[in-house]
């Protein structure tokens, strides 16, 4: 059973993360704030960690076109890479000309998110769409790319929505917990945000939610066909189920979290002792943020298996 590259799985899984949050947190603060809030000390705070990422994305996306080179060579060794190959990925191949698109989003992102400064409005639309289109490029890294024609674009389009759709969900996420880090007894202003926003993303979590089980359905198919995969540890069909189940867990979480949770929060909120509370969802929270982290690093090692048995 062929099993994944380590060193490539950890540069995905720090792709998928790092993008999906440059893309999700500037887009929450679009959605989800007031256009005076898009000001405040917590939205400068998600569109500094976007810009951070928007960083990150660039040295991680050098690592991964030196880890594609060294795939695509052969090489035993970085050391005997030479110049000609990179230009040969990024000139000749699919995956070079996603990766370029993806370096010109994230340098854009840059030029945004340190020139817009004082246009908080229009900077977090920036980097939420700049963001978007570096992590869509993601999917020309994966089995989207492993059809010819019409169906090519299908899954492509399929993939795309459905990276997306996840950045959007961890951006939420990490915004979600950000604001429930902030102290009950001391910050009350993060606190009436957190009940706020989080009893306000019903709409948007839906629609996330939706896209990601038609999108999911749709890439299964494409990938798996009608049968079933094997089901071995570390297999695809194996690391598959674990990625499933983990979404179920998730499913569940958030349906707490807005049935459950978040109403306690703002009933606790009007009444003016909302500490215990808020510390519930906290612990939620965080729950889900794990959960999502060990789902992004199935993802990264599904992205690079088979899944027909070898």
């Not at 059809?147 to 990276?163: C, I, K, M, N, Q």
């Amino acid at each position: 059973m062929p099993q994944p590259d380590w060193v490539a799985a950890g540069l995905r899984l720090a792709l998928y993360v790092d993008l999906a949050l440059l893309f999700g947190l500037p887009l929450f603060c679009t959605y989800a704030l007031h256009r005076g809030e898009r000001a405040s000390r917590f939205a400068m705070r998600c569109q500094a960690l976007a810009l951070g990422c928007a960083v990150a994305g660039i040295v991680l996306s050098l690592g991964a076109l030196v880890v594609m080179a060294r795939a695509m060579t052969g090489v035993s060794d970085y050391a005997s890479l030479q110049g000609h190959v990179f230009a040969m990925i990024v000139t000749g191949t699919d995956f070079g000309l996603a990766w370029s698109v993806r370096l010109m989003a994230l340098l854009l992102c840059v030029l945004a998110g340190v020139s817009w400064r004082r246009r908080p409005g229009a900077r977090c639309a920036a980097l939420a769409g700049f963001g978007g289109i570096a992590l869509a490029t993601l999917a020309w890294g994966g089995h989207g790319a492993m059809h010819e024609g019409a169906l090519r674009y299908v899954h492509l389009s399929a993939d795309v929505a459905h990276l997306l759709a996840a950045g959007a969900w961890v951006g939420a996420l990490a915004a979600f917990v950000l604001l429930s880090l902030a102290r009950p007894g001391s910050d009350q202003a993060a606190v009436a945000l957190l009940s706020r926003t989080s009893n306000g993303f019903a709409r948007v979590g839906t629609i996330i939610v939706a896209t990601l089980l038609l999108t999911g359905v749709l890439n299964y198919w494409f990938i798996v066909g009608p049968a079933l995969p094997d089901v071995a540890p570390m297999s695809y069909g194996g690391l598959l189920a674990a990625k499933l189940a983990l979404f179920v867990a998730m499913l569940g979480m958030a349906a707490a979290n807005r049935f459950r949770l978040s109403p306690q929060l703002a009933l606790a909120v009007q009444a003016g002792d909302h500490r215990v509370a808020a510390l519930a969802l906290r612990r939620s929270l965080l729950l889900e943020a794990g959960a999502a982290a060990l789902v992004m690093a199935l993802v990264a090692m599904l992205g690079m298996l088979s899944p027909a048995p070898i």
